[in-house]
């Protein structure tokens, strides 16, 4: 793991075994909370076009976008929310203060969905098929193509804890993982620049793992934990490499061992104004993360090789469902 961006780690899947892994992300995430990971396994061009199909959704008229739309319930975290429905939030969650919250809104639009099976905790919802026809089946695709490097992550993650390489595995068996379509369409740079408005807001995942497909407009940051000051470095994309971060459900199950990065997005502005009008706008950006999710059900307690008499356990056991219900509702 000599290779670096920013001071933030390289792992490369292909040229070592699951146990080199294994020590290479849990080392990453000990630091840093995140890392690149390169020779994953999906091919470029998947993921270039998994990122067209997501272009030609965010460009349907509006009309045709709220045919899919997101339910009122936060936990429902299915279908299309145009900009300003969702405020990501930290640890807030009385209603006085997420309505203060979200006086600065995200300007972010989103298409969420998750497995298509029987066993699916929350159905999909699509937009009519003639819409946009093979959107369906093109999101299935990059889905599960990422569900198999979520799979061999979390086996790695494992191994580098000291644990059997299914003991993951056996809590994520439904699949019940989350794929995320956004685009951040341009608006006035100087509201960011005066805290009225952002891309997103500073947070951090609530899954276990989450893989960040994102293009080369840049404004992912993630906290900077080396000098305590609490600012934040740069994320920017690296061809080939998949950002791979560690979420909530991880960290309790680690004992804090592995940190969940508090992150943010600034969307970059232009370099000049628009022209004919002089205002200065942020860049389109588009990104794709995909949240691992374990089976609702399961209940997330510190795992065996994390705690003992000197380690005590910081977290109370909590349910997938119960936990990440309490997070997505305080979104919407």
Not at 11 to 22: H, K, N, R, W, Y
Not at 68 to 80: I, L, Q, S
Not at 127 to 149: E, I, K, V
Not at 286 to 308: E, I, K, L, R
Request: proline share 7%; glycine share 10%.
């Amino acid at each position: 793991m000599g290779d670096s961006v920013h001071d933030l780690p390289i792992v490369d899947l292909g040229a070592s075994s699951l146990e080199e892994q294994g020590a290479q992300l849990c080392k990453a995430f000990r630091q840093v909370g995140l890392a690149y990971v390169k020779n994953h396994g999906i091919p470029e061009e998947e993921i270039e076009e998994a990122f067209s199909w997501s272009r030609k959704f965010f460009d349907l008229p509006q009309s045709e976008k709220d045919k899919a739309p997101h339910p009122p319930e936060g936990w429902y975290h299915r279908g299309y929310s145009r900009v300003g429905l969702e405020k990501v939030s930290q640890n807030v969650f009385d209603a006085d203060s997420l309505a203060q919250h979200r006086k600065v809104p995200d300007q972010k639009e989103s298409f969420d969905l998750g497995s298509d099976g029987p066993a699916a905790a929350m159905r999909n919802i699509w937009p009519p098929a003639a819409t946009l026809p093979g959107f369906r089946d093109a999101c299935m695709r990059f889905f599960d193509a990422c569900g198999a490097l979520g799979e061999r992550l979390l086996a790695a993650v494992a191994v580098g804890l000291g644990l059997p390489p299914e003991f993951f595995a056996e809590r994520h068996a439904r699949r019940d993982h989350q794929l995320r379509l956004l685009h951040y369409p341009p608006f006035a740079a100087s509201l960011q620049a005066r805290g009225l408005a952002e891309g997103v807001g500073a947070h951090s995942d609530f899954g276990t793992v989450t893989l960040l497909f994102q293009d080369d407009v840049g404004g992912l940051e993630v906290e900077d934990r080396s000098g305590g000051g609490g600012g934040f470095k740069a994320v920017p994309r690296v061809e080939g490499a998949v950002v791979v971060n560690v979420g909530d459900m991880l960290m309790r199950w680690t004992n804090d061992e592995l940190r969940s990065p508090i992150h943010r997005v600034r969307t970059p502005a232009e370099e000049a104004g628009e022209e004919g009008t002089g205002v200065r706008m942020t860049r389109r950006r588009y990104s794709m993360p995909f949240f691992v999710g374990a089976d609702p059900g399961t209940v997330v307690d510190c795992a065996p090789t994390c705690h003992g008499p000197e380690r005590p356990k910081r977290y109370d056991p909590v349910t997938v469902e119960e936990y990440c219900a309490m997070r997505m509702n305080a979104l919407y």
